[in-house]
C-alpha cells in the first residue's frame, strides 16, 4: 500500500538549537516530494520539491534531502517564527494524474 | 500575487443541513483540487477536475457530497447532509497542469454540531 509517514509527530525545539525532520514512503514510483509548511487555520505553503536521490533544496534556515525511502527537512538554528505544522507529500507512478498522497505532518514548536 | 480564493472560511451548521464551499483558483490554471484535512492529519483528495472535467473522485462520498467546475474556473463543493463526521478543513488547490505544483487556498473550517 503507496504510505507516506512523518515522525515525530511533534518536535519542540529552544531557539537555535537545530534538527531534522523525517519522511518515509513507500509508494511505486516516486514522480516528485513536497515539503509545505501550514500555520495553524490556514492552508499549506509550498516550500521545496525534490524528484531523485541525492538532490538537495535550501531555504534559508531550512534544507531538504532525498534518499531513495525517505527524506529529511534539517532546520537550522530555528527561530520561533519557524512554529508550524510541516507536511511531506509523494506523487508517484500509481496515482491519479498530479494526485499527492500526504504525511500526517510533524508539528514543530520553537520556544525564544 | 496571485493566490487560491476560497469561502466562506468558517461555517458551522447543525447534522442534516445542507453546505456548499467556494473555490476560485489561479487564473489560468486548469487543474483544480478539493481535499478534505481533519485536525491532526494530512490533507485527503476528494475530487481532481481538469478544466470542468472531473478526472478523480474516487474518495468523493457520493451519496452525499457533489462537486462542480461548470465553466472550468471556480468550482463549489457541496455537502447534503452534513454528517457529525464531516467537520474538518477543506481545503481547494489549484495548478496550471496535472502533474504540475498545487497552490493551496486558506480552506474552510467546517464544524457540524
Known amino acids: 500500500e503507496d504510505q507516506v509517514t512523518q515522525s515525530p509527530e511533534a518536535l519542540r525545539l529552544q531557539e537555535g538549537e537545530s534538527s531534522s525532520l523525517n519522511c518515509s514512503y513507500t509508494?511505486?514510483?516516486?514522480?516528485?516530494l513536497f515539503w509545505y509548511r501550514q500555520d495553524p487555520g490556514k492552508g499549506p505553503e509550498f516550500l521545496f520539491t525534490l524528484y531523485s536521490a541525492g538532490e538537495e533544496k535550501e531555504k534559508e534556515r531550512l534544507k531538504a534531502t532525498l534518499t531513495k525511502k525517505e527524506s529529511f527537512l534539517h532546520i537550522t538554528a530555528p527561530k520561533p517564527e519557524d512554529s508550524a505544522t510541516y507536511l511531506c507529500?509523494?506523487?508517484?507512478?500509481?496515482?491519479?494524474?498530479?494526485?499527492?498522497?500526504f504525511g500526517k505532518g510533524t508539528k514543530l514548536s520553537v520556544k525564544p | 500575487e496571485a493566490e487560491v480564493a476560497q469561502s466562506p472560511r468558517y461555517k458551522i451548521t447543525e447534522k442534516s443541513q445542507a453546505v456548499a464551499f467556494w473555490c476560485d483558483p489561479i487564473?489560468?490554471?486548469?487543474?483544480l483540487y478539493w481535499y478534505r484535512q481533519i485536525l491532526g492529519q494530512g490533507p485527503e483528495l476528494l475530487v481532481q477536475f481538469q478544466d470542468e472535467s472531473v478526472v478523480d473522485d474516487s474518495q468523493l462520498p457520493k451519496d452525499r457530497f457533489s462537486a462542480e467546475r461548470l465553466k472550468g474556473v471556480d468550482s463549489t463543493l457541496k455537502i447534503q447532509p452534513a454528517e457529525l463526521g464531516d467537520s474538518a478543513m477543506y481545503l481547494c488547490?489549484?495548478?496550471?497542469?496535472?502533474?504540475?505544483?498545487?497552490?493551496f487556498g486558506p480552506g474552510t473550517r467546517l464544524t457540524v454540531l
Open positions: 507529500a509523494v506523487r508517484h507512478y500509481g496515482g491519479s494524474q498530479g494526485n499527492l498522497i
Open positions: 487564473s489560468g490554471h486548469a487543474t
Open positions: 488547490a489549484s495548478s496550471p497542469d496535472t502533474g504540475v505544483l498545487q497552490y
Open positions: 509508494v511505486s514510483g516516486l514522480r516528485g
